[in-house]
C-alpha cells in the first residue's frame, strides 16, 4: 500500500494584503486622481461642491485655533474677534453652498448611474451639520448663546430628548461641536468624496440623452443596412 502525500496548502493571504487589494480593485489609482475631467465639469453646478468643502477646511482650520484658545480669546481679544468672525462667516457660506449643491444635484438626479450613495452621503452630511451648527451657537458663552439655548431646549423638551441633549449644559454642547458632530461630518465628507472619485461626477442629462440618440442612430443604421436600398429625394430605383 502506497502513501499519498497531499499538495501543499497555499499560504493564508493576511488581512492586510486583502485590504489592499480590495481598495485597489474598488479605487484604482486613475479613478483615486485621475489626470483630467469631463468638460461638462467646467459648468458652474459642479463647482458647488467644491466651494462647500472649501469652506469646510475653513471651518475646521478656525474653529481649531478658537477651541485651544478659548471663550476669554474670542471674546476679549482683537485677533479672536478676527478668528471668530471667520469661523462665523465660513459656516454661513458652507450652509449656502451646501444647500445650493444639493439643489442642483436634486434637480440634475446625481442618483443617477448606481450612484444612490453619493447622494444619500450627501444628504446625511447637511442633516449632522445642523446640530453641528445648533452646538456651535449656544456655545459662544454670550447673551445670545443664552437665549438660542433657551429657547432650543424648550423645542428639546417638547420632542422628549431634553434629558439627552441639554443645550444648557456647555461642557456637553462644547463636547458635541468641537469633537463629536465635527468628526461625524468629516467622516461622511470622506465616504463622499471617495464615492464620487469611484463613480464619476454624474452627466447632464443632454449628454445622456445624445447618447441615446446616438445609440438608436446605430441601431435605425444596421436595420437600414439589412434592408434593401431607399432612395430619397424624389430619386427611385430603376
Known amino acids: 500500500m502506497s502513501a499519498t502525500t497531499e499538495p501543499p496548502r497555499p499560504a493564508p493571504r493576511a488581512w492586510t494584503t486583502r485590504l489592499r487589494e480590495r481598495w485597489l480593485e474598488e479605487l484604482p489609482p486613475e479613478k483615486l486622481l485621475p489626470d483630467g475631467q469631463p468638460s461638462y465639469v467646467s459648468s458652474w453646478i459642479y463647482v458647488l461642491g467644491v466651494l462647500s468643502l472649501s469652506s469646510l477646511v475653513v471651518i475646521i482650520a478656525t474653529g481649531t485655533i478658537l477651541a485651544l484658545k478659548g471663550p476669554n480669546w474670542w471674546h476679549d481679544t482683537g485677533l479672536g474677534h478676527f478668528f ?40 446625511v452630511t447637511f442633516l ?13 458663552q454670550n447673551f445670545d448663546s443664552q437665549w438660542i439655548s433657551t429657547q432650543a431646549k424648550d423645542a428639546m423638551n417638547s420632542v422628549g430628548i431634553g434629558a439627552f441633549f ?4 456647555f461642557g456637553q454642547m462644547y463636547s458635541y461641536h468641537v469633537f463629536l458632530l465635527p468628526l461625524a461630518v468629516v467622516g461622511i465628507v470622506g465616504v463622499h468624496l471617495l464615492l464620487v472619485r469611484k463613480h464619476g461626477v454624474v452627466p447632464p442629462f443632454e449628454r445622456d440623452l445624445l447618447a441615446a440618440v446616438a445609440a438608436g442612430s446605430a441601431d435605425a443604421d444596421g436595420t437600414a443596412a439589412a434592408s ?4 430619397t429625394d424624389g430619386e427611385q430605383s430603376a
Open 166 to 169: 441639554n443645550l444648557m449644559n
Open 228 to 231: 434593401p436600398a431607399v432612395h
Open 84 to 123: 471668530n468672525s471667520m469661523h462665523l462667516w465660513a459656516v454661513e457660506l458652507f450652509f449656502f453652498f451646501m444647500v445650493v449643491h444639493l439643489w442642483g444635484s436634486f434637480w440634475t438626479a446625481a442618483w443617477r448611474g448606481g450612484r444612490r450613495r453619493v447622494w444619500m452621503t450627501g444628504a
Open 128 to 140: 449632522i451639520a445642523i446640530p453641528c451648527a445648533l452646538t456651535g451657537y449656544v456655545s459662544q
